[in-house]
């Protein structure tokens, strides 16, 4: 899945940061850290006023390595790519597939970045970014990871489109626990994007995302649906799957019972309950006539007509 998403879903999906931003935060982070180094800095020059020159060495060197070094790797950790001077500028690093970073990630950028930021003034990583089509320094390619921009217009996002209607609800019962978000990623990808792709090109990508999806919920796509619009379908499970879920969790509170069906009486002239709540919530069973022929017969479920042939599915037809 890293061949694909690196070689398509990213070049496709995310907008590389270039080096006016990137320069514009990395002096906003320098100006933090060097600040916070000059203020930790001279309180401990006064805390250690009494020891010998050694022991005050030893700990400028450690003051130096822990504020310099380990404070951007620990905030772009714990951010997830995020610096100060990144979230001011609308920037984020991620991996090349997309995803978030992890410790290693932001350890090697950090490692790197001693040697071509703080020690070269910035040099290399400038001329680095330059030469690099999607504006990486050389601790972003030992690293796997890429600084993206996320403020993007909204007039420019694409929205995945919608499955044929013919295959909406069709994977209700689809496990999808065992996808994950890295292969999500590549197929939402895949589907803003793959009108720009040449038919084949995106016919042969489409199959190799269903085969992945496939192999990951163990349930092929139906025969004869083409692989886009089974990709398209699955995806619009999960998300009116999302959907349901943000509704029961933005609407807390006790369950109540649904209100029974009410049947009316001719002779007393009111509607009284098909069934009634005991005092410890059971519902008794209505002990009242039942319905008529005709009532059993508008209560009937209509038989199902006959299935219809299925339709093409429109924007997600095979290459002729």
Same mark, same amino acid.
């Given at each position: 899945?890293?061949?694909?998403?690196?070689?398509?879903?990213?070049?496709?999906?995310?907008?590389?940061?270039?080096?006016?931003?990137?320069a514009?935060?990395?002096?906003?982070?320098?100006?933090?850290?060097?600040?916070?180094?000059?203020?930790?800095?001279?309180?401990?020059?006064?805390?250690?006023?009494?020891?010998?020159?050694?022991?005050?060495?030893?700990?400028?060197?450690?003051?130096s390595?822990?504020?310099?070094?380990?404070?951007?790797?620990?905030?772009?950790?714990?951010?997830?790519?995020?610096?100060?001077?990144?979230?001011?500028?609308?920037?984020?690093?991620?991996?090349?597939?997309?995803?978030?970073?992890?410790?290693?990630?932001?350890?090697?950028?950090?490692?790197m970045?001693?040697?071509?930021?703080?020690?070269?003034?910035?040099?290399?990583a400038?001329?680095?970014?330059?030469?690099?089509?999607?504006?990486?320094?050389?601790?972003?390619?030992?690293?796997?990871?890429?600084?993206?921009?996320?403020? #993007?217009?909204? @007039?420019?996002?694409? +929205?995945? *489109?919608?499955?044929?209607?013919?295959? $909406? !609800? &069709?994977? /209700?019962?689809?496990?999808?626990?065992?996808?994950?978000?890295?292969?999500?990623?590549?197929?939402?990808?895949?589907?803003?994007?793959m009108?720009?792709?040449?038919?084949?090109?995106?016919w042969?990508?489409?199959?190799?995302l269903?085969?992945?999806?496939?192999?990951?919920?163990?349930?092929?796509?139906?025969?004869?649906?083409?692989?886009?619009?089974?990709?398209a379908?699955?995806?619009?499970?999960?998300?009116?799957?999302?959907?349901?879920?943000?509704?029961?969790?933005?609407?807390?509170?006790?369950?109540?019972?649904?209100?029974?069906?009410?049947? #009316?009486?001719? @002779?007393?002239?009111? +509607?009284? *309950?098909?069934?009634?709540?005991?005092? $410890? !919530? &059971?519902? /008794?069973?209505?002990?009242?006539?039942?319905?008529?022929?005709?009532?059993?017969?508008?209560?009937?479920?209509?038989?199902?007509?006959?299935?219809?042939?299925?339709?093409?599915?429109?924007?997600?037809?095979?290459?002729?």
């Amino acid at each position: 899945m890293s061949g694909v998403v690196t070689g398509d879903a990213v070049v496709l999906g995310l907008r590389p940061a270039r080096l006016p931003s990137r320069a514009l935060a990395l002096a906003i982070d320098l100006a933090v850290v060097w600040t916070a180094y000059l203020l930790i800095s001279l309180g401990l020059a006064i805390a250690t006023a009494s020891l010998d020159e050694a022991a005050v060495m030893a700990v400028s060197i450690a003051t130096s390595v822990l504020v310099l070094v380990g404070a951007p790797i620990a905030v772009e950790t714990l951010s997830h790519g995020r610096s100060l001077g990144k979230l001011a500028c609308g920037l984020r690093v991620v991996r090349d597939d997309g995803g978030p970073i992890r410790l290693r990630h932001a350890l090697v950028r950090g490692a790197m970045g001693v040697v071509e930021i703080l020690l070269t003034f910035g040099v290399i990583a400038c001329i680095a970014s330059l030469v690099s089509a999607r504006g990486r320094r050389i601790g972003d390619v030992f690293a796997g990871t890429l600084v993206v921009r996320e403020r #993007v217009p909204a @007039a420019r996002a694409a +929205a995945v *489109p919608p499955p044929p209607p013919w295959l $909406v !609800g &069709r994977f /209700a019962e689809l496990d999808l626990s065992g996808v994950p978000d890295d292969l999500w990623l590549a197929i939402r990808q895949y589907l803003t994007r793959m009108h720009q792709l040449d038919a084949e090109v995106s016919w042969s990508l489409a199959g190799r995302l269903a085969g992945d999806l496939a192999a990951r919920t163990g349930a092929p796509a139906p025969e004869g649906v083409p692989a886009a619009a089974y990709l398209a379908a699955v995806v619009n499970e999960r998300q009116a799957r999302d959907a349901r879920r943000a509704v029961a969790a933005a609407s807390p509170g006790p369950a109540y019972a649904v209100p029974h069906a009410r049947s #009316v009486d001719p @002779a007393a002239g009111h +509607a009284k *309950p098909v069934g009634h709540a005991d005092p $410890v !919530g &059971r519902t /008794a069973p209505y002990s009242g006539p039942g319905p008529t022929a005709g009532q059993r017969q508008d209560l009937e479920p209509a038989s199902p007509p006959d299935a219809a042939p299925v339709p093409p599915a429109t924007g997600f037809a095979p290459p002729a």
